[in-house]
């Protein structure tokens, strides 16, 4: 009995999809009893990212023979469980999910594993579950590295003021980012050519090399944006007001994505005593390239969500093929070793712009003003 007032609240939850899910997409191959094959679920609408995500999901859809739907989850983690049950409810095989927040998603998995779905974390680990089978990811550690290495390169003498901001803790990549720019970073900031200006937890531990879990998350809870382009904005704004000119000049930003990127540059760039900035970003969004092109964004990690979305959508038909699909490494969520397949990223400045994004085929020259 129990039973069936479980799967009748799924159903009503299902029917009432449209209340909440942001179902975007349902293509390929359908049947009439409107089950679906794979199940995807993306974090948010409102972060152009996601959308590129998306798109890329479409075209490599329209491939495939088998039935998939693209749910969004509107920065909620409710919501995202919701998309889970309903997509669980229509049958799929397997569940393609970047989390909203990666601990909390732990108990949307679980939902889809007990129903012998096969879990794919997409981009960012899902942490402190065994209901996982595979991530497909960019390359995080790298995507901080190359950010770092962008400020070090740029970098000469001593003394040169370094603010750090980061991505929401609750996304595991936002530590793998901090660790990957902190390995290039902390040698420099050691040795004299930065002096950390907003982050006292970052200035207590700049003598290590490595960090801990919990020193990291000390370090993110002082300058987190919380991939939100407003927090971002408020914090540049607080560090610049609390700074003297003499921590300003010419000054180099770690900020930890496009759309924070663009908010902190804007701040820094209307700051009169800020007479340089060195700024970093990823996803390569179109706003961004066109702030890389116009000289108001230093760089952008490119992270080519083609190959990323069909890496994933590859992963899942081999999944429901029974084939074992490929990895090339693995990542631990806290509680098991989850095998991942791993993508590499490019990074895009000034100067390469037109070769990575436009000859490439990712966008269309036409969407930019002033590419050379
Ligand atoms: C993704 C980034 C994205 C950020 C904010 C991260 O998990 O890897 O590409 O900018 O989330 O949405």
């Given amino acids: 009995m129990k039973k069936v007032i479980a799967l009748l609240l799924v159903l009503v939850m299902t029917m009432s999809l449209s209340a909440c899910g942001e179902k975007d997409t349902q293509t390929?191959?359908?049947?009439?009893?409107?089950?679906?094959?794979?199940?995807?679920?993306?974090?948010?609408?409102?972060?152009?990212?996601?959308?590129?995500?998306?798109?890329?999901?479409?075209?490599?859809?329209?491939?495939?023979?088998?039935?998939?739907?693209?749910?969004?989850?509107?920065?909620?983690?409710a919501t995202e469980k919701t998309n889970v049950e309903t997509l669980v409810a229509k049958g799929i095989k397997v569940l393609i999910i970047c989390a909203h927040d990666a601990a909390a998603a732990a108990s949307s998995v679980e939902v889809a594993k007990e129903a012998g779905v096969t879990v794919i974390s997409y981009d960012r680990l899902i942490t402190d579950t065994e209901a996982l089978d595979y991530y497909v990811t960019f390359d995080s550690i790298s995507v901080g590295e190359a950010m770092g290495q962008y400020l070090a390169d740029n970098?000469?003498?001593?003394g040169n003021p370094l603010y750090l901001y980061a991505g929401a803790a609750t996304d595991n990549n936002a530590f793998l980012f901090f660790e990957g720019a902190w390995n290039i970073l902390q040698p420099k900031i050691a040795d004299g050519t930065f002096v950390i200006k907003n982050s006292s937890e970052a200035l207590a531990l700049a003598g290590q090399p490595t960090l801990t879990r919990d020193q990291m998350s000390a370090i993110i809870g002082q300058i987190t944006t919380n991939w939100d382009f407003n927090e971002a904005k408020s914090k540049a704004e607080a560090h610049l007001t609390s700074a003297t000119a003499a921590d300003k000049g010419k000054v180099y930003i770690l900020a930890p994505n496009d759309g924070t990127a663009r908010s902190i540059a804007d701040v820094f760039a209307a700051d009169a005593?800020?007479?340089?900035?060195?700024?970093?970003?990823?996803?390569?969004?179109?706003a961004s390239v066109q702030y890389v092109i116009d000289g108001k964004q230093s760089m952008t990690v490119f992270k080519d969500t083609r190959t990323l979305a069909a890496d994933a959508m590859n992963m899942a038909v081999e999944v429901i093929e029974s084939k074992t699909p490929a990895t090339d490494t693995t990542y631990n969520n806290g509680v098991i070793d989850v095998k991942a397949k791993q993508t590499p990223i490019v990074v895009v400045t000034m100067e390469n712009v037109k070769e990575a994004l436009i000859d490439s085929?990712?966008?269309?020259?036409?969407?930019?003003?002033?590419?050379?």
């Fill in 155 to 158: 970098a000469t003498g001593t």
């Fill in 361 to 372: 085929g990712y966008y269309e020259a036409s969407q930019f003003t002033g590419l050379k």
């Fill in 28 to 77: 390929s191959g359908g049947d009439s009893k409107g089950t679906v094959d794979v199940g995807i679920v993306l974090p948010t609408k409102d972060e152009p990212r996601w959308l590129q995500d998306q798109e890329r999901f479409e075209s490599v859809i329209s491939d495939t023979d088998y039935t998939v739907e693209v749910l969004f989850s509107q920065g909620s983690s």
């Fill in 273 to 286: 005593d800020v007479s340089e900035y060195f700024i970093t970003g990823q996803d390569s969004e179109v």
